[in-house]
């Protein structure tokens, strides 16, 4: 045979298996990443629901919330939202989830709606924990806040989707690559960079404010820690995503995408929906009713793991003196 098809045989073998090794080192990465999410999601899962369920048990002993204490609750309620919208990565990949494009669409609008949700219960926990609002200001009645969180998350998750758009092909990712920069960079500018700044603003101000007045930073309030742990990690997850769905929208418009990248991604995603996991963990452990509830019930296992324990040494003491007897 010439020369020349010995080269292309070759060439063809070496691309097929390259090709094979790059789908078999994207699967295994999705595969990982899936089982550590499981993991994760299941524990942010259990840390959530403990939470709501203390949110509960205080109202209807106190027949009444503190204002930053609901905020907080309705921002664990939209972790625990986007928990469950997660599944979908869980449940469906490394084979993609077979679904029409409005559905992927429709998909991706839930998460961006809720995501944006939770960021501005952020940013109106820190307009109440910086400049301390009067009781009677209007970002102080519920259906008002409700009312501006639902209609900007709205907006700005319908801005989105007219950039995302319907893209072709039967694979259901939340925020495909192939989208296009433009989406990508509007997610990160809107949903990420926008309101965090505004939470930095907020913080600035209620520095100032304590500086002039000598007053305590945070209004002296307990939430102030958790608020800035949860802010730094929600904020850290979103970021990590979004570069990363803005390098691969850059990677497919050079056509430099491969399996691998996408794998990536996927990664990305799961991060994203670990900083709900995790701020739900970090609500448990830091906010101080959430972990007197969580220590009750602890001490409550303890005791009735000890009592089958102490009813058989009893039993046997009884025994024992009847024997004697």
């Not at 524990?43 to 919330?65: E, I, M, N, P, W």
């Not at 990565?89 to 077979?98: D, E, T």
């Not at 958790?226 to 929600?234: A, G, M």
Request: proline share 5%; charged share 15%; hydrophobic share 50%.
């Amino acid at each position: 045979q010439p020369l020349w098809v010995c080269f292309l045989k070759k060439s063809s073998g070496t691309t097929n298996t390259n090709y094979v090794h790059d789908i078999t080192a994207a699967d295994g990465l999705t595969s990982r990443t899936n089982q550590v999410y499981s993991a994760v999601a299941l524990l942010g899962f259990c840390a959530g629901c403990f939470v709501v369920f203390s949110f509960v048990q205080t109202f209807r002993a106190q027949r009444r919330l503190a204002w930053l204490d609901c905020l907080l609750w309705v921002f664990c309620g939209l972790q625990l939202l986007l928990l469950l919208l997660s599944l979908h990565i869980v449940a469906h990949r490394p084979k993609y989830m077979p679904n029409s494009p409005l559905g992927c669409a429709a998909l991706s609008f839930a998460v961006n709606a809720a995501s944006l949700c939770g960021v501005l219960v952020l940013v109106l926990m820190a307009f109440v924990l910086t400049l301390d609002p009067p009781f009677n200001a209007p970002l102080r009645k519920p259906t008002v806040c409700a009312a501006l969180v639902l209609l900007a998350s709205a907006a700005v998750s319908l801005l989105l989707a007219g950039l995302r758009g319907l893209p072709p092909g039967q694979d259901c990712v939340m925020d495909p690559a192939p989208a296009g920069v433009a989406y990508a960079a509007a997610k990160l500018s809107l949903a990420v960079l926008a309101p965090y700044a505004l939470q930095v603003g907020l913080l600035v101000s209620g520095c100032v404010r304590q500086w002039r007045s000598k007053g305590r930073f945070l209004s002296g309030s307990e939430e102030g820690p958790v608020f800035l742990t949860v802010t730094v990690l929600v904020f850290l997850c979103q970021l990590f995503h979004c570069a990363a769905l803005l390098r691969a929208a850059g990677l497919v418009q050079d056509g430099q995408e491969s399996r691998l990248e996408r794998a990536f991604l996927t990664v990305a995603e799961c991060v994203l929906f670990s900083g709900s996991s995790g701020s739900m963990v970090l609500v448990l452990l830091l906010h101080r009713p959430s972990r007197e509830s969580l220590q009750g019930a602890l001490r409550q296992l303890r005791d009735c793991c000890r009592r089958p324990g102490l009813n058989i040494l009893n039993m046997e003491y009884s025994i024992n003196r009847i024997n004697d007897t």
